[in-house]
């Protein structure tokens, strides 16, 4: 059998990894060396030449888009389709276990998920309902609480209080909250999970159907599964499967979600004669962002230590730019990546990377000015806009009308005059009756519990679903979809709302219609597994929009500017990467420089952010920054000064830029000379009184300049209106 295309285009060390007999394997090995691209090799490998189905082996992945492209890259190896491999997320595949084995895990047929949105209302709820004190036992800490234990794969009844009154309050929430998921058939992303887990554990003929079918198991980014994942692969794993583990601990960067990075020394104790490869060259980076990256990574302690090199060039140095503040950064940002696409290159080759969600709308904003196509992986996700999650609430209540948290969501969306005290009614109803909202609603219709006028009103909300319910028989997603977006009236009513926004949120419902479309097309295409048959559409539908990871945005085809979070760009690769905001109290982020473990997770997060850019990495700072709607002045970010310094070089020397308040002399740009003003000077406010002259920027009639008021605090001002006098 003709296996080259396999095994050309890989080093040695590859190469052994991926002809390995049928044995377990480690690959541990730094950033870009190839660890992804030797696990898609072994899955061909493991098909072409053992004699092994497709559909035998699992491969978990951090992203959708990970397994997408995994697939793309099998197919491609071995021409042949690799739709319904299990290949996918961690919750993707637990998920797609559950679907079929729905009876056995003690699950209603349409059970749905709910993401954390759904689960914070939720929690709030059962919180106001008891007549718990929020201040003290608030809704989100509750969430934290609830879906730590089940990644630690504990349940409330596991749970212990020892006497403690907070921690019993937490617990007596997690057990009111399992109730109602329970009652309602509704999963959480941490439940999905647990609850594939107990499946097995439960029930030993599942398990073993699993075990003897899945004879590989491959994991790609292993540093940072968390307990009930690595206790989900042990199980699974058995005695007879083989294990390929890929991973890197210097890329582990999600300890505070409980990612148990020891998970790579757990592995090679538990798993007998593991081979232990390690890959050593780098074939992303140039030398010079290779050597400041492994520089970085050294700083931290108890690493189980690699060696990174590279055959290529040293190319140009790390670039760094200081900016007045965050404006400034944004601007020099666009203006470099207009340059580099002047040059010729593309703007999907550069990626933009921060530290924190919030940072993305200054560099939007200087993006939308150039007219630059961009697209953001990871924030505000297409199926989290409220107006496409109030669509698919209705569909979920047609899916399952247990679905309580889809009932809140549009039982009164849009206003149809059902009021809190109808609502809470209902809600009295049901927790007094153990049932769904839904039920309780018709119970106090049939009772005729509430005014003639609520009455009416809930029964036009009932009418609407039982007629969406009529048409979810045969009429195809895509129509009952339309039925949804006319008869709820979710289109009217956001029509009326005014402006940019409404108009953006219409657009946005008819772009739901043209997802459903797609996924109806995909779906025909992958030809999934026969024993997915049963499956209906609507709840497959629904699951994908849950689970879907944000990445999804970035795989329509446009060429655009990439924005994301270090976080989300593990694993990725592009040509020019930016890193904005290497501040102190940023990156390092504020609660992370007092604790040692913290700042050494930050570090990391770092060096995964540097190691994703192949020619250039351009690291910027501002002097002066307004974020979270708050003013810092901070220091540029110890890890920028943890650089060999040769390897960097700073774009705008410091010496222009020295912090203007210290300098307190006249500066030759003419900018506030009109004025009669420096900076650092005293000046009067009409209606904020006295306070020092700090910065400024823009020029001519646009001139804005701080003002720290001394009472006030510091402010934005157009100096041409401020009407400042010199005190
Ligand atoms: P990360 O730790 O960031 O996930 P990785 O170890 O998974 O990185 P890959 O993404 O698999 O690394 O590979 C990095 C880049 O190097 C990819 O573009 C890949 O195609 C390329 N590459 C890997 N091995 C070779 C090789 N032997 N020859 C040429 N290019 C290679
Ligand atoms: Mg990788």
């Known amino acids: 059998m003709d296996v080259t295309h396999i095994l050309e285009s890989l080093n040695d060390e590859q190469r052994e990894a991926v002809t390995l007999g049928d044995e377990h394997a480690l690959i541990l090995a730094g950033a870009g060396s190839g660890k992804t691209r030797v696990l898609v090799h072994r899955i061909a490998w493991i098909i072409q030449t053992m004699n092994i189905s497709p559909y035998s082996i699992l491969a978990v992945t951090f992203t959708n888009k990970a397994a997408a492209e995994m697939r793309g890259r099998i197919e491609n190896l071995l021409n042949v389709p690799a739709g319904g491999m299990w290949v996918g997320t961690f919750h993707g595949l637990a998920h797609r276990i559950l679907r079929t084995h729905y009876a056995e895990a003690g699950l209603p047929k349409a059970f749905q998920i709910i993401d954390s949105d759904d689960q914070l209302r939720l929690l709030k709820r059962i919180i106001r309902d008891a007549q718990i004190d929020e201040a003290k036992w608030p809704a989100k800490q509750a969430q934290w609480y609830i879906n730590n234990k089940k990644d630690e794969g504990l349940r409330a009844q596991n749970l212990d209080a020892q006497g403690d009154f907070m921690e019993q309050q937490w617990i007596d929430i997690y057990k009111s909250y399992q109730k109602i998921c329970d009652n309602s058939g509704l999963l959480d992303f941490a439940e999905i999970l647990l609850r594939a887990h107990e499946l097995w554990l439960k029930n030993p003929s599942v398990l073993a159907d699993f075990q003897r079918r899945f004879r590989h198991i491959l994991v790609d980014e292993f540093q940072d599964t968390n307990t009930i994942q690595y206790a989900w692969l042990r199980l699974l794993a058995g005695q007879t499967s083989k294990v390929f583990i890929v991973g890197d601990d210097d890329q582990s960067i999600y300890g505070w979600r409980g990612a148990k990075v020891e998970n790579i020394q757990r592995v090679q104790n538990e798993f007998e004669k593991m081979f232990l490869v390690r890959l050593e060259q780098n074939y992303r980076s140039t030398g010079n962002i290779l050597r400041a990256a492994n520089k970085l990574i050294e700083k931290n302690f108890g690493r189980l230590g690699k060696k990174l090199w590279t055959a290529g060039e040293d190319g140009e140095l790390v670039k760094l730019y200081t900016a007045y503040n965050e404006q400034d950064e944004a601007r020099f940002v666009v203006e470099t990546i207009k340059q580099w696409i002047e040059q010729g290159n593309d703007r999907k080759d550069c990626a933009v990377l921060y530290r924190s969600n919030a940072q993305s709308r200054v560099l939007e904003e200087a993006l939308l000015m150039e007219n630059m196509p961009y697209r953001i992986y990871g924030g505000m996700r ?24 889809a009932f809140e969501r549009v039982i009164n969306t849009p206003p149809r005059g059902i009021g809190e005290k109808t609502l809470q009614a209902i809600r009295a109803q049901a927790l007094k009756d153990g049932v769904s909202l839904w039920d309780a609603m018709a119970l106090i219709l049939e009772a005729q519990a509430v005014p003639a006028r609520a009455s009416k009103a809930l029964n036009g909300f009932l009418e609407i679903i039982n007629s969406l319910l009529e048409l979810s028989g045969g009429a195809g997603l895509e129509n009952l979809l339309l039925a949804v977006l006319e008869q709820s009236g979710l289109v009217e009513h956001y029509k009326k709302e005014k402006g940019e926004k409404g108009r953006a949120r219409v657009e946005n419902l008819q772009e739901l219609v043209s997802a459903v479309k797609q996924f109806e097309l995909d779906s025909l295409e992958a030809g999934v597994d026969e024993e997915f048959e049963e499956m209906d559409d609507l709840s497959v539908f629904l699951a994908y929009t849950a689970l879907e990871s944000s990445n999804g945005q970035a795989e329509i085809g446009d060429d655009c500017v990439q924005l994301m979070t270090l976080h989300s760009a593990k694993g990725l690769e592009f040509p020019m990467v930016f890193m904005v905001g290497m501040e102190e109290g940023l990156f390092p982020s504020e609660r992370s420089v007092e604790e040692v473990d913290r700042l050494a997770e930050e570090r990391r997060l770092c060096y995964v952010g540097m190691t994703r850019a192949e020619k250039q990495l351009v690291l910027t700072a501002a002097e002066h920054r307004r974020l979270y709607g708050r003013e810092f002045y901070p220091k540029v970010s110890r890890f920028v000064r943890e650089l060999p310094q040769d390897v960097i070089v700073d774009v705008r020397p410091r010496a222009q830029i020295s912090t203007p308040i210290s300098r307190n002399t006249f500066i030759d740009e003419d900018a506030l000379d009109d004025f009669q003003l420096c900076l650092g000077q005293i000046v009067r406010h009409m209606k904020f009184g006295d306070g020092v002259l700090l910065n400024f920027e823009g020029k001519g009639h646009h001139v804005r300049v701080q003002i720290n008021f001394y009472d006030a605090g510091p402010k934005w001002l157009v100096l041409a209106y401020a009407n400042l006098q010199p005190v």
């Open 382 to 405: 297409f199926f989290d806009r409220a107006e496409i999650k109030d669509a698919l609430a209705y569909l979920r209540m047609v899916a399952s009308q247990l679905d309580d948290a």
